[in-house]
T-cell receptor, first 112, second 117 residues
């Protein structure tokens, strides 16, 4: 079946540290891949996406590359800020489908 | 409004009561989704509409759960005879595109937190 696995949190970093949150997926066909972010007290919002292999999604300094050979879509940021503290969800929508399947989420704490 | 609106934001009910959760999607969005999110977990798909048609309800846990979108806009998720295990955050999302090309993003509301005592 289709599924998303992401690293468990919480992840605690100091400001300006490098961030990686791992995400791997299992899917039939060629899914589209997403990272959503949930700030405290808010709904999920799209952070970035990639719709085909080798695409790189980027937004607000975050990046993720669709790696078909390793079925991965790891989220990275070179220098995190306190305001990046949130829960990050990796997700996929599989070919011809309509369901978006989410990982369990990774909570990030950034300390000043 | 500009975003997806859900009501009530918080609902506390006693076991055995019925509850109705409402979702008002972004104007013009074809697709509407209901998800359930347990604490510390990602959203879990419940059901999905294109316009007024319920396309898939395979994620609804049992027949106590139902959803409708009669005019292709506002949707209601109804839980009958609530049980404590129904306690969760219920999230609604909408998207512009229908099933023809679902590479678009989902726009989520802030959710309705249901607590069943």
């Amino acid at each position: 079946g289709n599924s998303v696995t992401q690293m468990e949190g919480p992840v605690t970093l100091s400001e300006e540290a490098f961030l990686t949150i791992n995400c791997t997926y299992t899917a039939t066909g060629y899914p589209s891949l997403f990272w959503y972010v949930q700030y405290p007290g808010e709904g999920l919002q799209l952070l970035l996406k990639a719709t085909k292999a080798d695409d790189k999604g980027s937004n607000k300094g975050f990046e993720a590359t669709y790696r078909k050979e390793t079925t991965s879509f790891h989220l990275e940021k070179g220098s995190v800020q306190v305001s990046d503290s949130a829960v990050y969800f990796c997700a996929l929508t599989y070919t011809g489908g309509f369901k978006t399947i989410f990982g369990a989420g990774t909570r990030l704490f950034v300390k000043a | 409004g500009a975003g997806v609106s859900q009501s009530p934001r918080y609902k506390v009910t006693k076991r055995g009561q019925d509850v109705a959760l409402r979702c008002d999607p972004i104007s013009g969005h074809v697709s509407l989704y209901w998800y359930r999110q347990a604490l510390g977990q990602g959203p879990e798909f419940l059901t999905y509409f294109n316009y007024e048609a319920q396309q898939d309800k395979s994620g609804l846990p049992n027949d106590r759960f139902s959803a409708e979108r009669p005019e292709g806009s506002i949707s209601t998720l109804t839980i009958q005879r609530t049980e404590q295990r129904d306690s969760a955050m219920y999230r609604c999302a909408s998207s512009l595109l229908g099933t023809a090309s679902n590479t678009g993003e989902l726009f989520f509301g802030e959710g309705s937190r249901l607590t069943v005592l």
